[in-house]
C-alpha cells in the first residue's frame, strides 16, 4: 500500500492535469468550480492544510452553497488527518464509483492518428455529449487550463481522447467512444498515439484515472502496464 506522502505526490500531479476555471486554495486545501461537470473539477482536493477542519469545513459549504453546488470531497490516504471524520459527523455520505489512480512506466507504442494541441467543436460536443453536459465553453476551459503540454485525439465520428505532459508524468483523460463505436479498436488506437506523442515529449511515466467497475476500460490500460496505485471516492454534503 502506498504512503499518504506517495498519494499526495500523486495527487498533486492529477491536479496539473485537470484544472477547474475557477480555483481557489484553503490553507493547503483546493477548492474548484466547473459549473458541475465532472467530480474532480467540482470538488476539494484536501491533502495539506495545518489549521483545524472544522472551520475550512464552514467555509467550503458556503463555497460551493454560492455556486449552487453541494460542498464535495476527494477522499485518498493523503486527506487532512480528522477531514473524514468530521465530514461523516455532519452527514456527508459517499457518492459515485470509487475511482482508481492507475500508473506505468510508458512502453513503446506507435501512433497511428494525428494530434491537435487544441479541440476543436466537434471534439468537444463528443465529449461533452458523453456526459450529458451542454455548456461546451466550460467544457472547452476544462480541457485547456492545464499548465502542461496538451494534445487531443480523435476518430471522426467516433472517438476521442486527451493527454496531458507534466514533467515526467504523462496523464490519459477524457477518453469517450460513442457506443456505435465500440469493441473497433479506436480506444487502443487513441491511446497508442497519445503514449507515443508523451515519449516524444521526454514522459517516462503515464498516470489515468479509471472507476473501479470500468472492467473493459482497465483491462484496455493494463495491455500497456497500467496498474492501481491507490483509489480515491467522494464525500458529498446532505
Known amino acids: 500500500m502506498p504512503s499518504a506522502a506517495e498519494v499526495a505526490e500523486l495527487e498533486a500531479v492529477g491536479a496539473d492535469l485537470w484544472v477547474a476555471p475557477e480555483v481557489q ?42 455556486r449552487d453546488l453541494p460542498a464535495r470531497y476527494q477522499m485518498t490516504l493523503a486527506a487532512q488527518p480528522g477531514l473524514e471524520a468530521a465530514l461523516l459527523a455532519r452527514g456527508y455520505e459517499q457518492r459515485g464509483d470509487t475511482v482508481g489512480i492507475e500508473i506505468a512506466t510508458l512502453p513503446e507504442t506507435t501512433a497511428s492518428l494525428d494530434l491537435a494541441s487544441e479541440p476543436d467543436e466537434e471534439w468537444i460536443e463528443l465529449w461533452a455529449g458523453s456526459r450529458s453536459f451542454d455548456r461546451l465553453d466550460v467544457a472547452h476551459a476544462l480541457l485547456t487550463g492545464s499548465p502542461g503540454e496538451t494534445a487531443f485525439a480523435r476518430i471522426d465520428g467516433a472517438a476521442v481522447g486527451r493527454a496531458v505532459a507534466v514533467g515526467r508524468w504523462l496523464g490519459i483523460t ?61 464525500l458529498v454534503a446532505p
Open 25 to 66: 486554495e484553503l490553507d493547503g486545501w483546493r477548492l474548484r468550480f466547473a459549473h458541475g461537470m465532472t467530480g474532480r473539477a467540482n470538488s476539494v482536493l484536501p491533502n495539506a492544510g495545518a489549521r483545524g477542519v472544522d472551520e475550512k469545513i464552514e467555509h467550503v459549504e458556503a463555497w460551493y452553497a454560492s
Open 174 to 234: 477524457s477518453m469517450a467512444t460513442l457506443p456505435a463505436a465500440r469493441r473497433r479498436g479506436c480506444a487502443r488506437a487513441i491511446v497508442e498515439s497519445l503514449i507515443a506523442w508523451g515519449r516524444a515529449r521526454a514522459c517516462t511515466h503515464g498516470l489515468l484515472q479509471v472507476e473501479t467497475t470500468n472492467e473493459p476500460a482497465r483491462a484496455l490500460y493494463a495491455g500497456y502496464g497500467f496498474a492501481k496505485h491507490h483509489e480515491y471516492r467522494y
